[in-house]
């Protein structure tokens, strides 16, 4: 039979136990898929293969939704628009995917290029066809009309442009296994049946695997025609599938250049035995469940329910005494699965709308009207029916379809029918009134409850009378019944399912289709049962796809994994690998034999080359004649070039050292040493035309017994870097030792001229006092003895010049001392954090006075501009004064001429509430790329005339303690300007 099923509720799935094949399938598609498309470096036919599992997870998918949701009237369904695309383009990609496969594997022949287009454009235009049919059949025709007949047509098409597409795909396969056989003498077949070489047998076992889904689908050709049951098709296709699946990247990996773990073959076995054995247990336990299910809420026998017409334009439903006309009339020539219009005496009014004539079908049901379209309930477009109760029923088996129109009422009997290819007898009467209401009279109902059918296709315009009406193939196979109801018509209508039994009395407030779907409620029983194998089947997939290797990675993967590594770092040049074997098996037999044969590798193999890859210096093996055999990856990074470019280059050209070379012209001629005397220093040639520093080292070796030299480079750019900076500092250290000592010496010089100085200044001083006393004897004198020289001058001379004289020594004596106590102030020890109220103007004339002849000689222009009313600040007078002398010395430094100016200004921020002391000079200027390395410790500009980089650092880190800001403005050629910005003392 064909059996069209309705379209599905999307809300949640309802699970059968055929569902449960179909989730198995889905989780081993996918499971392939996520596996193929997570390896990371993948060959193209494995990309294709990856696409094509993509196609079949997509089919997988779709049947899923197709064979796991309960029966229900919604036409527009999103669902039901989208799962026929992705049930059409699931197959497509796979068959597309597959073609290409068979074209790449293993890989692509030119001469096979034209053809490849061909047949690459007719699955291309093949596949774009059916999915043309596709969305013409779902969306455009469905939309206007719903045609069974093409919809069985399109299947029809579906179907064979897949199976002629795998039919191409395993001829391609099969004379690609013959061309790779092609230097084998044998015939054809034989080359077929017994492939030589590993290419040839590889897609030689690929064409046999993809015998398996042609297997489903010549069986879903044969379904569609009619010649095949749906029970053993849907058995095969869903099994065929699952083997498919795993069959088919168990022999690709197998043949394929990608690795297949052994962790990899046991989860994919575990899986596929597991889904199988749960898939064929649900299938057992579901029919167990099936042949146990009852329908309580069936309606009952002798037993009438009446719809009568109300306000709404809907109906109220009420159960009504039981009666039954046995007047039922004459017979009509309606067949099993056929029908016949009839015409009423009366205009019957049905929701909003008049109708004279009516088809009544074998079902039984009839159609409000003339049957004008292939589908009655449900479909895109349904047709005004009333459902007593839609079942097989077979009249050709036994009992009639009776027909008495009257004036006022028009009687339909299905009078002792049976069910198709059941024994039982069926009485419904149906009893049309002129007013629009009418009674449905079950007399005698012993319908097999137990849903039958098999959920095989899902035709989605939903034609429940084609089944009914038994068209094409529906003989053969019997269902249970459907449904009691009645549908205004169109594919607006609303949906209210209503239990006849419990829900009566029943009022309807607006046209809509109302209905009893008794399938939902046995779907609904049976997922009750079904879902927790669903859920073991769900959670033994994930127990076997991640928590399986777990159990097993401790005792069989782990140390397989140990030993597979060990071989992989073997290959690579790791010889020093040791697997340590866990347990006695066999594994640990393989491990210590492995560990053996290393070991044997290992002494055959020159030892240096182990330690060379490991090495931080460059190494380079080259032959006399420069040529490089074997550079280190040090090397590489070393020079910046690759591996590749170093094996190409000769090394003479990479290193440059006169005593270096005239060390190798020595150790030409005596072969017999095995190392030069000492290491020298030379320079290697990098990638960006530059060179590097490198300590070289010479050694002899032999290598695949050819004299060969190991040179050994180390990169000395971080030492001599080191080297210099240590260099640097050693030198700013030594000068900040000679500032130390000459701070000591200030000290102690200042000390020794302060002694005779005192002595200088009292004599001074005591001549000062004995001055008159002198004068007045000299005086008396000279009345006596009239004028006289003294010191080679005359007396007047010498009287009106000694005060004079003797006040200049007393001067110039306490100027010494002045300046002996401001260098010892200067000089004397750090006195810490000791912070005092101070006279910025002070500090200022104290540290100008010191430098007072070195302004002298660096500028004719020195102004002094001192404001008074500045508040005091705290700090530290010594500290302050080292940096006023800093930047004054830097000043002086530099002007280029003594015509050029500087000055020194003191001023008060009332607003910022600060003292400023600004050092000004027209010197040079600082350049913009030196701005912001001034205050850098050690960076100089004058390291050539002795500066240390020192000072603004210290100047800085000065005004920084006592909580003020130093700031430059320069410009260069034009002079620069320091500014001091100190906070002044609260409450001043």
Not at 320 to 327: L, Q
Request: glycine share 6%.
């Amino acid at each position: 039979m064909w059996e069209v099923f309705i379209t599905v509720l999307p809300s949640y799935l309802n699970l059968d136990y055929f569902s449960l094949i179909r989730l198995a399938t889905l989780i081993m598609s996918l499971s392939i898929c996520v596996y193929l498309f997570s390896i990371k470096e993948k060959s193209f036919p494995t990309i294709l293969l990856a696409f094509a599992f993509l196609g079949g997870t997509l089919f997988s998918l779709s049947m899923l939704f197709e064979h796991s949701s309960p029966y229900y009237w919604q036409p527009h369904n999103l669902k039901n628009l989208i799962r026929p695309f992705i049930q059409a383009l699931g197959p497509s990609i796979a068959a597309l995917s597959f073609l290409l496969f068979a074209y790449f594997l293993p890989h692509f022949k030119k001469t096979e290029k034209r053809e490849f287009i061909v047949v690459i454009m007719f699955s291309v235009s093949a596949n774009l066809a059916t999915l043309g049919l596709t969305f013409y059949n779902f969306v455009i025709l469905q939309r206007t009309q719903s045609n069974f007949q093409f919809e069985l047509t399109y299947y029809r098409i579906l179907t064979g442009s897949l199976g002629l597409q795998f039919l191409l795909i395993i001829f391609l396969l099969i004379r690609k296994t013959i061309r790779l056989s092609a230097g084998d003498p044998r015939p054809g077949l034989i080359k077929i049946i017994k492939p030589a070489g590993r290419n040839a047998k590889a897609v030689q076992a690929l064409a046999l695997v993809l015998l398996i889904p042609l297997a489903a689908v010549i069986a879903y050709v044969l379904r569609y025609f009619g010649i095949l049951p749906p029970t053993p098709t849907i058995y095969l296709v869903d099994y065929v599938f699952l083997l498919f699946y795993f069959s088919s990247i168990v022999t690709y990996l197998y043949y394929t250049e990608e690795n297949m773990t052994f962790q990899l073959k046991l989860v994919g076995g575990a899986l596929s035995v597991m889904l199988a054995i749960i898939g064929i247990a649900a299938i057992i336990v579901g029919r167990s469940y099936e042949r146990d299910y009852v329908n309580k809420n069936f309606v009952s026998n002798r037993s009438t329910i009446h719809f009568s017409l109300n306000h709404y334009r809907s109906y109220d439903i009420a159960q009504a005494p039981f009666r039954f006309d046995p007047d039922m009339g004459p017979k009509t020539a309606i067949s099993y699965g056929e029908g016949t219009t009839a015409e009423l005496k009366f205009a019957f009014p049905f929701f909003d709308h008049v109708y004279d004539k009516i088809y009544i079908l074998s079902g039984p049901m009839i159609y409000l009207g003339e049957k004008n379209r292939e589908n009655g309930w449900g479909g895109y477009h349904p047709q005004p029916v009333i459902a007593p109760i839609i079942m097989n029923l077979d009249p050709s088996s036994g009992g009639d379809i009776f027909l008495k129109s009257e004036l006022e009422k028009a009687t339909i009997t299905w009078y002792e029918i049976p069910e198709f290819n059941r024994p039982s007898k069926n009485t419904i009467q149906l009893i049309l009134y002129k007013n629009g209401s009418f009674d449905i009279s079950y007399v005698k109902l012993n319908p097999d409850l137990i849903n039958r059918s098999l959920k095989i296709d899902v035709v989605t315009t939903a034609n429940i009378s084609e089944t009914v009406r038994g068209g094409r193939g529906s003989r053969g196979v019997s269902f249970a019944p459907r449904l009691i109801g009645i549908h205004p018509g169109g594919s607006d209508a609303a949906l209210k399912p209503i239990r006849f039994m419990n829900d009566l009395p029943f009022s309807s407030t607006a046209p809509e289709a109302i209905f009893e779907a008794y399938d939902i409620e046995y779907y609904h029983y049976l997922h009750r049962r079904i879902a927790p194998l669903a859920i073991l089947l769900i959670g033994s997939s994930i127990f076997i796809l991640f928590f399986f290797p777990i159990f097993f990675k401790a005792s069989l993967i782990k140390p397989l994994q140990l030993l597979y590594k060990g071989i992989e770092k073997a290959n690579d040049g790791d010889l020093d690998v040791k697997i340590s074997p866990r347990f006695n098996d066999e594994i640990g037999f393989l491990s210590r034999s492995f560990n053996q044969m290393l070991q044997s590798i290992k002494r055959a193999e020159n030892n240096f080359r182990t330690l060379a890859e490991n090495a931080r210096d460059g190494i380079f093996i080259i032959y006399e004649s420069g040529e490089s055999i074997y550079v280190n990856k040090s090397a590489s990074a070393i020079t910046g070039f690759s591996n590749t470019e170093l094996m190409k280059m000769s090394f003479n050209g990479l290193l440059r050292s006169d005593a270096f070379d005239s060390a190798i012209d020595q150790y030409s001629k005596d072969p017999e040493k095995k190392q030069l005397s000492k290491n020298y220093e030379a320079y290697l040639k990098v990638k960006n035309s530059s060179q590097v520093p490198v300590e070289v080292t010479v050694s002899g070796t032999v290598w695949h017994g050819k004299p060969a030299r190991v040179v050994i480079v180390r990169d000395i750019r971080e030492r001599k870097s080191n080297e210099e900076q240590a260099r640097q500092q050693q030198q700013q250290l030594m000068k900040m030792d000679k500032l130390t000592s000459l701070g000591v010496l200030v000290a102690g010089v200042a000390h020794e001229i302060n002694n005779p100085n005192q002595t200088i200044l009292s004599n001074a001083s005591f001549l000062v006092r004995a001055c008159p006393m002198i004068l007045s004897i000299l005086g008396d004198y000279r009345d006596e003895h009239n004028d006289f020289l003294v010191a080679g001058i005359e007396y007047e001379e010498f009287r009106n010049s000694l005060s004079g004289l003797i006040g200049g020594i007393e001067d110039a004596s306490n100027r010494i001392d002045g300046i002996v106590k401001g260098l010892k102030a200067y000089s004397r020890d750090d006195p810490g954090n000791l912070m005092t109220s101070l006279d910025v103007n002070d500090v200022i004339r104290t540290s100008i006075k010191l430098l007072e002849n070195y302004i002298k000689k660096a500028t004719g222009h020195f102004t002094l501009r001192l404001e008074n009313d500045i508040p005091g600040v705290k700090g530290n007078a010594q500290k302050l004064e080292q940096v006023i002398i800093n930047l004054t010395l830097n000043a002086c430094q530099a002007l280029t001429d003594s015509g050029q100016a500087i000055s020194v200004h003191s001023s008060y921020n009332k607003k910022q509430n600060t003292a400023i002391i600004k050092v000004s000079d027209e010197g040079t200027g600082i350049p913009e790329e030196h701005m912001a390395k001034i205050k850098t410790p050690f960076f100089t500009t004058k390291r050539a005339q002795g500066g240390t980089g020192l000072g603004l650092h210290v100047s800085e880190s000065i005004v920084g303690e006592h909580k003020g800001t130093i700031s430059f403005d320069s410009l260069q050629g034009k002079g620069t300007v320091a500014t001091i910005s100190l906070p002044v003392e609260e409450g001043l």
